[in-house]
């Protein structure tokens, strides 16, 4: 059965600073990944996707993912945060039906 | 492009009761899902819909949720009687055609069983 861990919950950075989120999946075939963001009392926005080609993916908001099918992660990175990216970030496997992870809040220090 | 539209926003019961949900997706979207959100938790797919059919239920709580797509376009989700557990937010997504699988999400439906 396809499963996505999170293995933080909460992480704090300052504003500026770079972030790598961390995602973990389990899937028995090529897998569609999803990076989404949630914004409180909104619903979950796309920042990427991966299902093939090149396994460095560029997403908006300066978002970026790798997909390392080695290590069965994709981990979310953004060079320097600015305080409008605190949210909830949730990793996503598919294709259909998606199973995401449990989340991973994001808060930023001025 | 109107986006995936869900009513109500919130909706407080007491348990026992029932409460219904709609959810109107996007513009010619077949597949349609319905995930719960509980508080400090990731969303689990509850439902999907390719048109008005189920293809997977498999994780829907069937003693008290029920959901139909009659026409393959808008969609209800009901419970009926609510449990204290139940409290979460309903998460509406579609996605057209193709096979990139990603999701457009609507804002949500948020219960509170009391």
């Known amino acids: 059965a396809q499963s996505v861990t999170q293995p933080d919950i909460h992480i704090t950075v300052s504003e500026g600073a770079s972030l790598e989120l961390r995602c973990n999946y389990s899937y028995g075939a090529t897998p569609y990944l999803f990076w989404y963001v949630q914004s409180p009392g909104q619903g979950l926005q796309l920042l990427l996707k991966y299902f093939s080609g090149d396994t460095l993916v560029q997403g908006i908001k300066g978002f970026e993912a790798e997909f390392k099918r080695s290590q069965s992660s994709f981990n979310l990175r953004k060079p320097s945060v600015h305080w409008s990216d605190a949210a909830e970030y949730f990793c996503?496997?598919?294709?259909?039906?998606?199973?995401f992870g449990q989340g991973t809040r994001l808060t930023i220090n001025p | 492009e109107a986006g995936v539209a869900q009513s109500p926003r919130y909706k407080i019961i007491e348990k026992r009761q029932s409460v219904a949900f709609w959810c109107n997706p996007i513009s010619g979207h077949a597949t349609l899902y319905w995930y719960q959100q509980i508080l400090g938790q990731g969303p689990k797919l509850l439902i999907q819909f390719q048109n008005n059919g189920v293809v997977d239920d498999s994780q829907l709580p069937k003693d008290r949720f029920s959901a139909e797509r009659l026409k393959g376009v808008d969609s209800t989700l009901k419970i009926q009687p609510a449990k204290l557990e139940d409290s979460a937010v309903y998460l509406c997504?579609?996605?057209?055609?193709?096979?990139?699988?990603?999701?457009?999400f609507g804002e949500g439906s948020r219960l509170t069983v009391l």
């Open positions: 996503a496997v598919g294709p259909s039906g998606l199973v």
């Open positions: 997504a579609s996605t057209g055609g193709g096979h990139t699988g990603e999701l457009f």
